[in-house]
């Protein structure tokens, strides 16, 4: 046994992980070039490994849930991904021009694929599983969540950033009599909603957050924040302040870090979301209270980890309808959530909602947490 298989071996057993083992969280080594890859490229060469076939394991969420628990990665850091690291945190890697690479990148790739893996309304954000049967129904609870947090109103002008392909712009309008504009970075997905669209309650503009400015009584954004970045947080309130009326309210949806990081996991940069950064609980409050009274910080994160496998379970079964995305892609695709499942099931990642108001409210705001009766 070479140093480096020795060294992998005594990683993974702090985890209680076993090479050739037998259980689900175990793994099967196919490459013996595997423990140097890892070793030498870190989180980036795992996951490298994975794709191009060189190890596998039956349940990739648990692995990944055990190792984040015992911090391992933390032990295969390397000089490079600490360079990278350091340029992050120096560098505004969510400039107008970077925002676009993300669309293209990842919500450009085909609306085949996530038709195949969403539920009927292609909400790509966390559900809210509780008394839902099953995923359609769990997204449908957390747009129901949503608007009884904003206390929609008919009438109300609404601002949806990061609208995805409409469906949460769409809920809103057509059960609580709202116009809702929803405004995105991604042209498949402006492109796609707007098929649906009759213009007269909702309308969707290709547009970054910092170049609209319109009057609003509600504002909220799902599953958009992550892309904001640390040097950006300022800028982002401020211009959801300029675009909420007073007594208005402003509803973020975000995945959050525990810590506060300032930095990214190099593999997830380099192949699912480029520029991308997790908020703390922290920066949020920082840039946030300046602005806009806290009205409600509301933690649901194991629903994400629901919501992952559920997409999982749905591209797999449907895998052989998608003629045009290759194995490499599938096993990239695969390990993408179920890597992100694991960090909600080990508690290092949460899903936050939280509610902001602009001004003094005229009655006490009054938290949700049932989407039903």
Not at 144 to 153: A, D
Not at 283 to 309: C, Q, R, V
Request: proline content about 2%; aromatic content about 12%; overall charge neutral.
């Amino acid at each position: 046994m070479g140093k480096l298989e020795l060294k992998v071996k005594q990683l993974l057993k702090r985890a209680d992980i076993q090479i050739d083992g037998s259980r689900d969280h175990d793994i099967q080594i196919h490459n013996q070039d595997f423990y140097k890859r890892v070793i030498g490229g870190g989180t980036l060469g795992l996951g490298e490994a994975y794709m191009d076939r060189w190890w596998s394991c039956n349940r990739l969420d648990l692995f990944f849930a055990r190792v984040l628990e015992e911090e391992l990665v933390n032990s295969i850091t390397t000089l490079r991904d600490k360079a990278f690291f350091a340029m992050a945190h120096l560098q505004n890697r969510q400039t107008h021009q970077r925002a676009r690479r993300v669309a293209v990148q990842h919500y450009d790739i085909g609306n085949d694929l996530y038709r195949a893996m969403l539920d009927k309304n292609m909400i790509y954000s966390c559900g809210f599983w509780r008394d839902a049967n099953g995923l359609d129904e769990a997204q449908k609870h957390k747009l129901e969540l949503v608007c009884r947090k904003l206390k929609l109103q008919p009438g109300m002008r609404v601002l949806d950033i990061g609208c995805g392909w409409g469906g949460a712009a769409r809920y809103m309008a057509d059960n609580y009599d709202v116009h809702v504009t929803g405004i995105s970075n991604s042209r498949e997905q402006i492109e796609l909603a707007k098929t649906h669209s009759d213009g007269s309650s909702v309308s969707y503009e290709l547009c970054d957050y910092r170049d609209h400015y319109d009057s609003y009584d509600r504002i909220y954004s799902l599953g958009m924040f992550e892309h904001v970045g640390f040097k950006n947080y300022k800028n982002f309130f401020n211009q959801i302040y300029l675009c909420l009326k007073d007594q208005g309210l402003f509803l973020l949806h975000t995945i959050g870090h525990r810590q506060t990081l300032n930095k990214v996991d190099p593999w997830i940069s380099q192949y699912i979301f480029p520029n991308s950064i997790l908020p703390s609980a922290e920066l949020i409050a920082k840039h946030s209270s300046p602005l806009f009274n806290l009205e409600d910080w509301h933690n649901f994160g194991k629903d994400y980890y629901l919501t992952l496998m559920a997409w999982n379970d749905k591209i797999e079964n449907n895998w052989s309808a998608l003629p045009d995305y290759d194995e490499r892609f599938r096993r990239m695709w695969h390990y993408y959530l179920m890597a992100c499942a694991g960090t909600f099931k080990a508690s290092r990642n949460h899903l936050w909602q939280i509610v902001f108001s602009k001004g003094i409210l005229p009655d006490p705001y009054q938290a949700i947490r049932s989407a039903v009766d």
